[in-house]
């Protein structure tokens, strides 16, 4: 068998290459084959070229410009939403495919909305722009999904616990901060959220913070919505978002009615059958999901009070979920 040459094998280009996203998107891409060439862009506003470490190995990130978007057939958007909104700017005519996992792209006319593990089967898109969704939007959608294959849904509730990490580094360097400071009795730092997040949950950020978590609800409420378009027997769900006091996984306490008495043993088994982690016996948590692919369920507990609902625990890794979404659609092309 012949294998395919460095220059023959296709280039994506991440940018933003030492964030968070941008670190777990490299990890996914290590799983394509044939590997594809990466290139890391470096989102500074300062043009200049980065060498840093990164588990005892160096790590050269170009700066972002037209010549490094050259010749790419794939660009990862993964830093911040102005370094995705200058990317797409200095993208040549019939350039690389656009990957947004800023949301900063989502109003432009040739953008599409993608979450590949919560859409039907053999769904087609071709756009030159496609944002990934929330990763709290592919989580319910993904669940909500197979469970109205399960037994027909009425109505549903959600509670989104949002981690730090949706805020990127400096939302998990100011939980850690504040963690810190309430034990010693120090100053919060509260730069990115306006409010104390450690020790505590957040129904709102303070006026001063970098995104009102409100923002954060209407687009986990417009990309769910979005994606259950694709199902059409599955209902919208009301949900709230609250902000943890946690570093890294979403957690949703999902309260769903059916049309007929459901029954739990049952709906755990076509769960299981359609690949959803069931756990009714070791229930998942938010640390526990780190690194792993999917959602994870715990036990289905019946409502007390309404003999047609029940109540589900689902977990799953924000970053990956975001990330494996993200390939998912480069797969598409490469």
């Known amino acids: 068998m012949k294998l395919a040459s460095a220059t023959e094998r296709p280039?994506?280009?991440?940018?933003?290459?030492?964030?968070?996203?941008?670190?777990e998107?490299?990890?996914?891409?290590?799983e394509v084959k044939p590997a594809p060439r990466v290139q890391l862009i470096s989102a500074t506003p300062d043009g200049s070229t980065i060498l840093a470490a990164e588990d005892d190995?160096?790590?050269?990130?170009?700066?972002?410009?037209a010549e490094s978007m050259d010749g790419v057939k794939v660009a990862f958007l993964a830093a911040s939403p102005a370094a995705?909104?200058?990317?797409?700017?200095?993208?040549p005519s019939g350039?690389?495919?656009?990957?947004?996992?800023?949301?900063a792209l989502e109003e432009q006319p040739n953008a599409r909305l993608r979450a590949p593990s919560a859409e039907p089967p053999g769904q087609a898109v071709s756009a030159p722009v496609q944002v990934i969704a929330h990763p709290a939007a592919i989580?319910?959608?993904?669940?909500?999904?197979?469970l109205a294959q399960a037994s027909p849904l009425r109505r549903s509730v959600a509670h989104v616990f949002e981690p730090a990490s949706e805020r990127g580094q400096k939302g998990l360097d100011e939980l850690q901060q504040q963690t810190v400071a309430v034990l010693s009795f120090k100053k919060l730092k509260t730069d990115v959220f306006d409010a104390q997040v450690g020790f505590n949950l957040l129904a709102r950020y303070g006026e001063e913070a970098l995104e009102p978590l409100e923002s954060v609800e209407q687009r986990i409420e417009r990309h769910l919505a979005s994606l259950l378009a694709a199902w059409p027997a599955v209902p919208m769900p009301s949900l709230r978002v609250i902000q943890a006091p946690v570093f890294h996984g979403h957690s949703f306490s999902i309260w769903a009615e059916f049309e007929t008495n459901p029954d739990?043993?049952?709906?755990?088994r076509e769960l299981a059958?359609?690949?959803?982690?069931i756990r009714p016996d070791d229930p998942p948590t938010n640390a526990g999901i780190a690194g792993h692919s999917g959602i994870s369920v715990g036990a289905i507990a019946m409502d007390r009070n309404n003999s047609r609902a029940c109540w589900l625990w689902l977990v799953a890794d924000n970053l990956r979920l975001a990330a494996e979404n993200s390939v998912a659609v480069a797969r598409e092309v490469l």
Do not use: C, H, Y
């Open 11 to 23: 280039l994506v280009a991440v940018v933003g290459g030492g964030t968070l996203l941008a670190r």
């Open 25 to 30: 998107i490299r990890d996914v891409l290590t």
């Open 57 to 65: 190995e160096a790590v050269v990130m170009v700066p972002l410009n």
């Open 84 to 91: 995705s909104r200058r990317a797409a700017k200095l993208s």
């Open 95 to 103: 350039g690389p495919l656009l990957i947004d996992l800023t949301g």
């Open 139 to 146: 989580a319910l959608a993904m669940l909500l999904s197979k």
């Open 264 to 268: 739990a043993a049952a709906i755990s």
């Open 273 to 277: 059958r359609q690949g959803v982690d």
